[in-house]
């Protein structure tokens, strides 16, 4: 399909952080292989066009990338030596073939800063069709979000070039302005992870060897954010997660994986996971665990083990959605809020000791919403404010 080969001029810009969030800012990029390096050009925004006139340039690391379309030329470039809390605005190219100039704003270097982040749960069919209105009402409800997470099963079909495209397109204006956080999920994979994965983005290399890129965290504004390889599980990794909880110093912790710890559907159960992983949480006092993979949404209490050795131990579970792809949800007791047939996003705000967490529909209606609140030793406080509207489960006849 013509729409999804390169050409000579920059497609598919997404933004990154694959170092220090307050200093740093990663872009990647593609285009044809007639375009044989890439830069990157930075100048600190102003609300006048001379801006031009005071640019720095960094030159990208270029790799070929063969899919079932074509060959393409994928450029990543990060600037450094950035102003923490400070907008600016940039451009790829070649140094003849530009982008338009877009902006960005680094992270602030104050840990109490407060934080917004936007949350994507499997986006995989009907990318450009259905996830375009919903990414866009997203925006509208996050003006201030410094991240997008995204849970998995970005795309169908791992290999599937085209789908990539759908993808970069459909949620351009937020991928353009916002660092993405993405996971991978198992329809990234076939034997090994999708060849677009990192060459499309540019994450922190402080994982495990044979899943870099995949598992990896990032601290920013007070808050540790985790992604673990849950295709891939294996005690390799959930040491890796128990030295990486051990030395953060950050107030909230935040896991990101595609198998959620508990399933929401039928037969989609991961007892391998949860038996690594699950004692290391609560051992550490993880705080949310956000996850994809079943196709509806579910969101729990504070779960905690009442054998676990930490008082502060006890998370909120999410299982969530956002394309258009839909399963039978099987109600449990742990879930406190639950969603059949709905496509959803997150605004998750952090400020000093409160977390607050929204669940919203494409139409930007409240679906779900609670507060997390700091104890001094004690586990966190959950506050419900969940909105007075039906769930929306096909038994009700509410999810149409």
């Known amino acids: 399909m013509a729409l999804n080969k390169p050409t000579g001029v920059p497609d598919r810009i997404i933004l990154t952080w694959s170092k220090d969030p307050t200093t740093t800012q990663s872009v990647t990029w593609r285009t044809d292989t007639s375009v044989s390096e890439g830069w990157a050009e930075i100048s600190p925004l102003s609300e006048g066009p001379r801006f031009v006139d005071r640019t720095g340039w960094v030159r990208a690391v270029t790799e070929k990338v063969v899919t079932d379309l074509s060959e393409a030329h994928y450029h990543s470039a990060t600037f450094t030596d950035l102003q923490p809390d400070?907008?600016?605005?940039?451009?790829?190219?070649?140094?003849?073939?530009?982008?338009?100039?877009?902006?960005?704003?680094?992270?602030?270097?104050?840990?109490?800063?407060?934080?917004?982040f936007l949350l994507f749960g499997d986006i995989q069919h009907g990318i450009e069709s259905h996830w375009t209105r919903l990414v866009r009402t997203a925006?509208?409800?996050?003006?201030?979000?410094?991240?997008?997470?995204?849970?998995?099963?970005?795309?169908?079909?791992?290999?599937?070039?085209?789908?990539?495209?759908?993808?970069?397109?459909?949620?351009?204006?937020?991928?353009?302005?916002?660092?993405?956080?993405?996971?991978?999920?198992?329809?990234?994979?076939?034997?090994?992870?999708?060849?677009?994965?990192?060459?499309?983005?540019?994450?922190?290399?402080n994982g495990i060897p044979g899943h870099e890129e995949a598992v990896y965290y990032l601290d920013i504004q007070g808050v540790r954010f985790i992604s673990l390889n849950s295709t891939h599980m294996s005690p390799e990794q959930a040491q890796?997660?128990?030295?990486?909880?051990?030395?953060?110093?950050?107030?909230?912790?935040?896991?990101?994986?595609?198998?959620?710890?508990?399933?929401?559907?039928?037969?989609?159960?991961?007892?391998?996971?949860?038996?690594?992983?699950?004692?290391?949480?609560?051992?550490?006092g993880v705080d949310l665990v956000l996850a994809g993979h079943d196709h509806v949404y579910?969101?729990?209490?504070?779960?905690?083990?009442?054998?676990?050795?930490?008082?502060?131990?006890?998370?909120?579970?999410?299982?969530?959605?956002?394309?258009?792809?839909?399963?039978?949800?099987?109600?449990?007791?742990?879930?406190?809020?639950?969603?059949?047939?709905?496509?959803?996003?997150?605004?998750?705000?952090?400020?000093?000791?409160?977390?607050?967490?929204?669940?919203?529909?494409?139409?930007?209606?409240?679906?779900?919403?609670?507060?997390?609140?700091?104890?001094?030793?004690?586990?966190?406080?959950?506050?419900?404010?969940?909105?007075?509207?039906a769930e929306r489960l096909r038994v009700l006849g509410t999810s149409n």
Not at 165 to 172: C, D, K, M, Q, S
Not at 350 to 373: C, K, M, N, Q
Request: net charge neutral; proline share 9%.
């Open 86 to 116: 400070t907008q600016y605005v940039y451009r790829v190219g070649d140094g003849r073939t530009w982008s338009p100039w877009h902006q960005f704003r680094t992270a602030a270097a104050t840990a109490g800063e407060p934080l917004e």
């Open 139 to 205: 925006v509208a409800h996050a003006p201030n979000a410094r991240l997008a997470v995204y849970l998995g099963d970005i795309v169908e079909d791992w290999n599937r070039d085209g789908q990539w495209g759908e993808f970069l397109r459909a949620g351009a204006p937020l991928h353009q302005s916002v660092s993405a956080f993405p996971t991978p999920g198992n329809h990234e994979y076939g034997e090994t992870l999708t060849p677009n994965w990192r060459p499309q983005f540019t994450l922190p290399l």
């Open 240 to 284: 890796w997660l128990d030295e990486v909880l051990k030395s953060n110093l950050n107030k909230w912790t935040v896991i990101v994986l595609h198998y959620p710890i508990f399933p929401s559907v039928p037969d989609r159960d991961e007892p391998y996971q949860r038996g690594l992983i699950l004692p290391i949480i609560e051992m550490h």
């Open 298 to 389: 579910a969101r729990s209490g504070i779960v905690c083990n009442s054998n676990s050795p930490n008082p502060r131990a006890g998370a909120v579970y999410v299982n969530t959605v956002s394309g258009a792809k839909m399963y039978d949800i099987k109600a449990q007791p742990w879930m406190l809020r639950k969603a059949e047939d709905t496509q959803l996003f997150s605004v998750v705000r952090v400020s000093g000791d409160e977390l607050t967490f929204e669940t919203r529909t494409p139409s930007g209606a409240l679906y779900d919403r609670f507060i997390l609140r700091k104890v001094p030793g004690k586990q966190n406080l959950l506050i419900n404010d969940i909105p007075p509207t």
